[in-house]
């Protein structure tokens, strides 16, 4: 028997055909990040103990709060507290799990690409946390209409159009700060803990700061990003200072570290 050489597909000037697959569609990179986020247990955990807490955190307005507070201002802030918390660490793992579960050799050998996972992962970032403040607008009207009737008071709807969106930037920033320290740190407990240095324990230090130097105090509030997110909690950002001072903020804290960990990312080895 002899054997059958077939030569190569050629286009008609002669040039070998190179076939190439069509990139992967955003989409569905998207997606499968979204369902890697909520796939292992602690992400399945995080986003059950999102519903059960802030479930909790409403009925405790109604437990404790005097009738004055059943407003669905409080219970949209309490229902979103566990929220403001849980978020970030879900933002973090997002991130980090390709390197502490060790899928970062399978997902980059399918999208080479590391911009475009990171990218992708970014938007499930957001995705999830429009859902969850979503959620938690949700849990707080319900909440308001049966604490109300409970209460025997009428329902207050104290939440206005320019204050909502501060709530859903509150939430989102605070993701971000998650995500960022997870792009720069790529370990899980490293990032957390990094986390709660930034939000807890750096702001004390920045008002002792100010505090003890007086050339310090006016320039705080342009490098604090605890104190911006508190006024967007507050929904009191209503001057343009202000909302310079958050662009300041977040630009100090997650956009420049943000490069700097993608410029990082893209030449690491991963393992």
Do not use: C, H
Not at 63 to 70: L, M, Q, R
Not at 96 to 107: A, C, K, N, V, Y
């Amino acid at each position: 028997m002899t054997a059958t050489i077939v030569p190569p597909a050629t286009t008609t000037e002669g040039a070998q055909v190179r076939r190439t697959a069509p990139p992967i569609p955003i989409t569905r990179i998207v997606t499968v990040e979204l369902r890697k986020m909520f796939n292992t247990r602690s992400g399945f955990w995080m986003l059950v103990s999102i519903g059960v807490l802030s479930v909790i955190s409403a009925g405790s307005v109604l437990i404790f709060a005097p009738d004055s507070d059943v407003t669905y201002e409080s219970f949209t802030r309490a229902s979103g507290f566990p929220m403001s918390v849980i978020l970030p660490m879900i933002a973090i793992l997002a991130v980090t799990s390709e390197w502490s579960q060790r899928s970062g050799l399978t997902t980059f050998t399918l999208v080479p690409s590391r911009g475009r996972v990171i990218g992708a992962k970014a938007i499930a970032t957001l995705l999830v946390g429009l859902g969850s403040v979503a959620v938690a607008f949700a849990v707080g009207a319900v909440a308001n209409v049966a604490g109300s009737a409970l209460a025997g008071v009428d329902a207050v709807w104290d939440i206005s159009m320019s204050m909502a969106p501060q709530l859903v930037l509150f939430n989102l920033i605070g993701m971000a700060i998650g995500f960022t320290l997870g792009v720069v740190l790529r370990n899980s407990a490293g990032a957390i803990v990094g986390y709660f240095v930034v939000s807890l324990v750096l702001p004390g230090i920045l008002v002792l700061l100010a505090q003890v130097r007086p050339w310090f105090e006016d320039l705080q509030p342009w490098i604090d990003w605890n104190e911006t997110q508190v006024a967007l909690l507050e929904g009191a950002m209503d001057t343009g200072e202000e909302w310079a001072m958050l662009g300041s903020t977040t630009i100090i804290w997650i956009v420049i570290p943000l490069l700097v960990g993608l410029l990082s990312l893209r030449r690491s080895e991963v393992k």
